[in-house]
Protein backbone atom coordinates (compact mmCIF):
# COMPACT_ATOMS: atom_id res chain seq x y z
CA UNK A 1 0.00 0.00 0.00
CA UNK A 2 1.39 3.42 -1.13
CA UNK A 3 2.25 6.21 1.73
CA UNK A 4 -0.62 8.36 0.03
CA UNK A 5 -3.54 5.59 0.51
CA UNK A 6 -2.13 5.32 3.98
CA UNK A 7 -2.18 9.03 4.42
CA UNK A 8 -5.58 8.99 3.10
CA UNK A 9 -7.06 6.51 5.85
CA UNK A 10 -5.70 8.32 8.57
CA UNK A 11 -8.33 10.97 9.12
CA UNK A 12 -11.23 8.14 8.57
CA UNK A 13 -9.84 5.70 11.35
CA UNK A 14 -9.10 8.83 13.71
CA UNK A 15 -12.72 10.04 12.92
CA UNK A 16 -13.87 6.65 13.58
CA UNK A 17 -12.29 6.25 16.53
CA UNK A 18 -13.25 9.79 18.06
CA UNK A 19 -16.92 8.71 17.50
CA UNK A 20 -16.59 5.28 19.05
CA UNK A 21 -14.91 7.19 22.14
CA UNK A 22 -18.41 9.33 22.49
CA UNK A 23 -20.58 8.09 24.63
CA UNK A 24 -24.60 7.14 22.74
CA UNK A 25 -26.16 9.46 25.03
CA UNK A 26 -24.12 11.92 24.79
CA UNK A 27 -23.89 11.90 20.59
CA UNK A 28 -28.13 11.97 21.01
CA UNK A 29 -27.76 15.18 23.63
CA UNK A 30 -25.52 17.11 20.75
CA UNK A 31 -27.91 16.03 18.07
CA UNK A 32 -30.23 17.79 19.75
CA UNK A 33 -28.75 20.51 21.08
CA UNK A 34 -27.71 21.44 17.45
CA UNK A 35 -31.21 21.17 16.43
CA UNK A 36 -32.35 23.66 19.63
CA UNK A 37 -29.65 25.84 18.46
CA UNK A 38 -30.48 25.55 14.84
CA UNK A 39 -34.18 26.70 16.38
CA UNK A 40 -33.09 29.45 18.06
CA UNK A 41 -30.59 30.46 14.95
CA UNK A 42 -33.10 29.92 11.65
CA UNK A 43 -36.50 29.61 13.47
CA UNK A 44 -38.22 30.41 10.31
CA UNK A 45 -36.96 26.99 8.75
CA UNK A 46 -38.49 25.38 11.08
CA UNK A 47 -42.82 26.41 10.67
CA UNK A 48 -44.21 28.32 8.73
CA UNK A 49 -46.82 29.62 10.92
CA UNK A 50 -46.12 32.73 12.78
CA UNK A 51 -45.87 32.76 16.04
CA UNK A 52 -48.03 35.76 17.26
CA UNK A 53 -51.02 35.31 14.83
CA UNK A 54 -53.58 32.87 15.28
CA UNK A 55 -56.88 31.11 13.36
CA UNK A 56 -59.95 31.93 16.31
CA UNK A 57 -61.37 29.02 14.78
CA UNK A 58 -58.60 26.25 15.82
CA UNK A 59 -57.83 26.95 18.79
CA UNK A 60 -57.38 24.42 21.27
CA UNK A 61 -56.23 21.34 18.62
CA UNK A 62 -54.91 18.49 19.83
CA UNK A 63 -51.74 18.04 18.68
CA UNK A 64 -51.81 16.57 14.70
CA UNK A 65 -50.08 16.20 11.64
CA UNK A 66 -50.41 20.03 10.69
CA UNK A 67 -49.98 21.43 14.22
CA UNK A 68 -47.46 19.20 15.99
CA UNK A 69 -47.64 20.92 19.19
CA UNK A 70 -51.71 21.56 18.94
CA UNK A 71 -52.61 25.11 19.30
CA UNK A 72 -53.65 27.53 22.14
CA UNK A 73 -56.29 29.45 23.34
CA UNK A 74 -56.00 31.96 20.38
CA UNK A 75 -55.47 28.90 17.69
CA UNK A 76 -51.74 29.99 17.55
CA UNK A 77 -49.58 27.17 16.45
CA UNK A 78 -47.92 26.04 19.64
CA UNK A 79 -45.11 24.40 17.71
CA UNK A 80 -44.27 27.70 15.68
CA UNK A 81 -44.10 29.60 19.72
CA UNK A 82 -42.00 26.88 21.24
CA UNK A 83 -39.44 27.02 17.90
CA UNK A 84 -39.41 30.96 17.88
CA UNK A 85 -39.23 31.37 21.45
CA UNK A 86 -35.67 29.34 21.65
CA UNK A 87 -34.30 32.47 20.29
CA UNK A 88 -34.67 34.78 23.06
CA UNK A 89 -34.57 31.31 25.74
CA UNK A 90 -31.70 29.87 24.33
CA UNK A 91 -29.47 33.27 23.16
CA UNK A 92 -30.35 35.11 26.58
CA UNK A 93 -28.57 32.03 28.71
CA UNK A 94 -25.73 32.55 26.13
CA UNK A 95 -25.52 36.08 27.44
CA UNK A 96 -25.73 35.28 30.80
CA UNK A 97 -23.02 32.62 30.76
CA UNK A 98 -20.72 35.61 29.09
CA UNK A 99 -21.19 37.68 31.58
CA UNK A 100 -20.72 34.93 34.41
CA UNK A 101 -17.66 33.78 32.26
CA UNK A 102 -16.05 37.22 31.25
CA UNK A 103 -17.07 39.14 35.11
CA UNK A 104 -16.45 35.93 37.21
CA UNK A 105 -13.14 35.15 35.76
CA UNK A 106 -11.69 38.64 35.56
CA UNK A 107 -12.56 38.49 39.59
CA UNK A 108 -11.10 34.92 39.80
CA UNK A 109 -7.82 35.56 37.77
CA UNK A 110 -7.06 38.65 39.41
CA UNK A 111 -7.52 37.19 42.66
CA UNK A 112 -5.60 34.36 42.37
CA UNK A 113 -2.48 35.70 40.80
CA UNK A 114 -2.22 38.62 42.57
CA UNK A 115 -3.01 37.45 46.17
CA UNK A 116 -2.33 39.61 48.76
CA UNK A 117 -5.25 42.47 49.74
CA UNK A 118 -6.86 42.26 46.39
CA UNK A 119 -7.50 38.43 46.94
CA UNK A 120 -8.64 39.84 50.45
CA UNK A 121 -11.24 42.06 49.18
CA UNK A 122 -12.18 40.59 45.76
CA UNK A 123 -12.82 37.13 48.35
CA UNK A 124 -15.37 39.46 50.47
CA UNK A 125 -17.23 40.40 47.41
CA UNK A 126 -17.36 37.12 46.05
CA UNK A 127 -18.73 35.34 49.54
CA UNK A 128 -21.34 38.16 49.49
CA UNK A 129 -22.81 37.17 46.33
CA UNK A 130 -22.26 33.24 47.33
CA UNK A 131 -24.48 34.43 50.79
CA UNK A 132 -27.76 35.49 48.21
CA UNK A 133 -29.27 32.54 46.28
CA UNK A 134 -29.07 32.89 42.80
CA UNK A 135 -32.42 32.64 41.90
CA UNK A 136 -33.08 35.55 44.99
CA UNK A 137 -30.48 37.90 43.40
CA UNK A 138 -31.28 37.26 39.90
CA UNK A 139 -35.01 38.84 41.25
CA UNK A 140 -33.42 41.56 42.47
CA UNK A 141 -31.43 42.22 39.42
CA UNK A 142 -33.96 42.02 37.32
CA UNK A 143 -36.47 44.12 38.84
CA UNK A 144 -33.77 46.79 39.13
CA UNK A 145 -33.35 46.72 35.65
CA UNK A 146 -36.99 46.64 34.29
CA UNK A 147 -39.18 43.18 33.30
CA UNK A 148 -37.29 42.25 30.00
CA UNK A 149 -35.44 38.85 28.67
CA UNK A 150 -32.36 40.77 28.15
CA UNK A 151 -32.57 42.05 31.39
CA UNK A 152 -33.19 38.86 33.22
CA UNK A 153 -30.33 37.31 31.15
CA UNK A 154 -28.28 40.25 32.76
CA UNK A 155 -29.82 38.99 36.16
CA UNK A 156 -28.89 35.46 35.74
CA UNK A 157 -25.14 36.27 34.52
CA UNK A 158 -24.96 38.54 37.53
CA UNK A 159 -26.24 35.78 39.32
CA UNK A 160 -23.41 32.91 38.32
CA UNK A 161 -20.51 35.46 38.52
CA UNK A 162 -19.30 34.27 42.56
CA UNK A 163 -19.48 30.53 40.95
CA UNK A 164 -17.16 31.40 37.85
CA UNK A 165 -14.69 33.90 40.01
CA UNK A 166 -14.15 30.86 43.06
CA UNK A 167 -13.71 28.28 40.44
CA UNK A 168 -10.92 30.64 38.55
CA UNK A 169 -9.39 31.62 41.73
CA UNK A 170 -8.87 27.83 42.75
CA UNK A 171 -7.59 27.01 39.26
CA UNK A 172 -4.97 30.23 38.84
CA UNK A 173 -3.48 29.43 42.38
CA UNK A 174 -3.21 25.84 41.29
CA UNK A 175 -1.37 26.32 38.07
CA UNK A 176 0.65 29.37 39.85
CA UNK A 177 2.40 27.07 41.66
CA UNK A 178 3.27 24.80 38.69
CA UNK A 179 7.26 24.32 37.83
CA UNK A 180 7.03 25.72 34.02
CA UNK A 181 4.99 28.86 35.73
CA UNK A 182 8.35 28.90 38.26
CA UNK A 183 10.67 28.24 35.40
CA UNK A 184 8.86 31.17 33.41
CA UNK A 185 9.71 33.64 35.91
CA UNK A 186 12.81 32.40 36.71
CA UNK A 187 13.76 33.10 33.07
CA UNK A 188 12.69 36.73 32.99
CA UNK A 189 9.17 36.41 32.13
CA UNK A 190 6.96 39.21 32.73
CA UNK A 191 3.37 39.06 34.64
CA UNK A 192 1.49 39.19 31.55
CA UNK A 193 3.40 37.11 29.48
CA UNK A 194 2.85 34.85 32.74
CA UNK A 195 -0.54 35.33 33.09
CA UNK A 196 -1.75 35.50 29.74
CA UNK A 197 0.37 33.20 28.31
CA UNK A 198 0.57 30.44 31.09
CA UNK A 199 -1.75 30.76 33.96
CA UNK A 200 -5.23 31.83 31.83
CA UNK A 201 -4.83 29.05 28.88
CA UNK A 202 -4.48 26.29 31.79
CA UNK A 203 -6.73 27.65 34.72
CA UNK A 204 -9.20 28.28 31.84
CA UNK A 205 -10.19 24.45 30.97
CA UNK A 206 -12.38 23.64 34.16
CA UNK A 207 -13.96 27.19 33.18
CA UNK A 208 -15.39 25.90 30.12
CA UNK A 209 -16.74 22.36 31.51
CA UNK A 210 -18.68 24.78 34.29
CA UNK A 211 -20.12 27.12 31.46
CA UNK A 212 -21.45 24.54 29.74
CA UNK A 213 -23.26 23.13 32.85
CA UNK A 214 -23.96 26.90 34.10
CA UNK A 215 -25.67 27.76 30.26
CA UNK A 216 -28.33 24.69 31.05
CA UNK A 217 -28.70 26.27 34.56
CA UNK A 218 -29.01 30.08 32.74
CA UNK A 219 -31.97 28.24 30.93
CA UNK A 220 -33.75 27.32 33.80
CA UNK A 221 -33.86 30.16 35.91
CA UNK A 222 -34.64 32.70 32.86
CA UNK A 223 -37.25 30.71 32.02
CA UNK A 224 -38.47 30.54 35.78
CA UNK A 225 -38.07 34.49 35.61
CA UNK A 226 -40.30 34.62 32.55
CA UNK A 227 -42.94 32.48 34.41
CA UNK A 228 -43.31 34.45 37.08
CA UNK A 229 -43.67 37.35 34.73
CA UNK A 230 -39.74 38.49 34.58
CA UNK A 231 -39.43 38.42 30.98
CA UNK A 232 -40.60 39.82 27.63
CA UNK A 233 -44.93 40.16 28.27
CA UNK A 234 -46.58 38.35 25.96
CA UNK A 235 -47.32 38.07 22.91
CA UNK A 236 -43.74 36.90 23.05
CA UNK A 237 -43.06 33.16 23.74
CA UNK A 238 -40.16 32.70 26.32
CA UNK A 239 -40.51 29.07 27.10
CA UNK A 240 -40.87 29.86 30.72
CA UNK A 241 -43.83 32.28 28.91
CA UNK A 242 -45.47 29.62 27.50
CA UNK A 243 -45.07 27.30 30.61
CA UNK A 244 -47.26 29.95 32.54
CA UNK A 245 -49.84 30.61 30.30
CA UNK A 246 -50.31 26.69 29.48
CA UNK A 247 -51.03 25.80 33.19
CA UNK A 248 -54.01 28.10 32.99
CA UNK A 249 -55.87 25.34 30.71
CA UNK A 250 -56.09 22.34 31.70
CA UNK A 251 -57.71 20.94 29.41
CA UNK A 252 -55.16 21.47 26.74
CA UNK A 253 -52.75 20.02 28.46
CA UNK A 254 -50.53 20.09 25.68
CA UNK A 255 -49.86 23.75 25.82
CA UNK A 256 -48.03 23.00 29.46
CA UNK A 257 -46.46 19.53 28.23
CA UNK A 258 -44.60 20.63 25.19
CA UNK A 259 -43.29 23.55 26.28
CA UNK A 260 -41.89 22.51 29.73
CA UNK A 261 -40.40 18.92 28.22
CA UNK A 262 -38.18 21.06 25.01
CA UNK A 263 -37.17 22.46 28.22
CA UNK A 264 -36.35 19.67 30.86
CA UNK A 265 -34.30 18.14 27.24
CA UNK A 266 -32.74 20.82 26.51
CA UNK A 267 -31.27 21.64 29.94
CA UNK A 268 -30.87 17.38 30.79
CA UNK A 269 -28.79 17.53 27.22
CA UNK A 270 -26.45 20.07 28.12
CA UNK A 271 -26.23 18.13 31.47
CA UNK A 272 -24.89 15.13 29.66
CA UNK A 273 -22.53 17.23 27.63
CA UNK A 274 -20.99 18.72 30.70
CA UNK A 275 -20.56 15.48 32.57
CA UNK A 276 -18.52 14.07 28.84
CA UNK A 277 -16.57 17.26 28.99
CA UNK A 278 -15.52 16.95 32.35
CA UNK A 279 -14.49 13.22 32.38
CA UNK A 280 -12.43 13.85 29.10
CA UNK A 281 -10.63 17.26 30.23
Do not use: C
Request: hydrophobic share 55%; charged share 10%.
Amino acid sequence: MTGAALTMRRPVSATRAIAASVPLTTLVSLAFLAIVLAWAVAPGAFTAYDPAIGIPEDKFLAPSAEHLFGTDQLGRDQFARVVFGTQSSVLSALVAVAIGVVVGGAIGLIAGYFGSWPDIALARLVDVLLAIPSFLLAVVVVSSLGFQTINAAIATGVSAVAVFARVMRSEVIKTRRAVFVEASTLQGGSRAHILFRHILPNASRSILTLAVLQFGLSILVIAGLAFLGYGDPPPASDWGLLISSGKDYPRAPWLLVFPAAVTIATVLAINRISRWLRKTS
